[in-house]
């Protein structure tokens, strides 16, 4: 089982600033990776696959970086909306496909 | 518009059984590989089960082996988990989740349905 560690688990910033959250595999994915964005009583949102892909209708402001075990979300310039849990999902080697246990973004 | 809605949810006794439903609708659903995934109260998000698009290939979770059965009916565009032997740790919102094509990461999500295991 590949295993996804999300840093840091809650994240402070203010509005207006760029947030940057990491997760790591335990084992090479490629680009066989995903972030969601999850609010609470909602359910989660593709935001960005093959590790740099905006899924529709994602602003622009989100983008993915990585490959391999190391990848990066940044939110540059955060709107309010933004505030919330993400995971990040390995879908390379399964069953089973694997979630980090998520980055709580909250507002500074 | 792409939307899924699961139903079936409830309270059930430890060692009860639960089937849930995914009605798809919006899209071929006959052409994608579709999943459930289920998110305890407070925590993060376990992928449980899949399934592909003919429902001639399914895979699961080792703690749900044995016990979740995942299906489908295309011609009545829904998808199901057929839960046995339920335990507290079985207490989640279970979400169905569609596969985007050429991937296995989940492009669409529905609102979830609450199963609570308890006596």
């Known amino acids: 089982e590949v295993m996804m560690t999300q840093s840091p688990a809650t994240l402070s910033v203010s509005p207006g600033e760029i947030a940057t959250l990491s997760c790591r595999a335990s084992q090479s994915v490629s680009s066989d990776f995903a972030w969601y964005q999850q609010k609470p009583g909602q359910a989660p949102r593709l935001l960005i696959y093959g590790a740099s892909t905006r899924a529709v209708g994602i602003p622009a402001r989100f983008s993915g970086s990585g490959s391999g075990t190391e990848f990066t979300l940044t939110i540059s310039s955060l709107q309010s909306e933004d505030f919330a849990v993400y995971y990040c999902?390995?879908?390379?080697?399964?069953?089973?496909?694997?979630f980090g246990q998520g980055t709580r973004l909250e507002i500074k | 518009e792409v939307q899924l809605v699961e139903s079936g949810g409830g309270l059930v006794q430890p060692g009860g059984s639960l089937r849930l439903s995914c009605a798809a609708s919006g899209f071929t659903f006959s052409s994608y590989w579709m999943s459930w995934v289920r998110q305890a109260p407070g925590k993060g998000l376990e992928w449980m089960a899949i399934i592909k698009h003919d429902g001639s290939q399914k895979y699961y979770v080792d703690s749900v082996k044995g016990r979740f059965t995942i299906s489908r009916d295309n011609a009545k565009n829904s998808l199901y988990l057929q839960m046995s032997s339920l335990a507290a740790e079985d207490t989640a919102v279970y979400y169905c989740?569609?596969?985007?094509?050429?991937?296995?990461?989940?492009?669409?999500w529905g609102q979830g349905t609450l199963v609570t295991v308890s006596s």
């Open positions: 999902q390995q879908y390379r080697y399964w069953p089973p496909i694997t």
């Open positions: 989740a569609r596969g985007r094509l050429g991937s296995y990461s989940f492009d669409y």
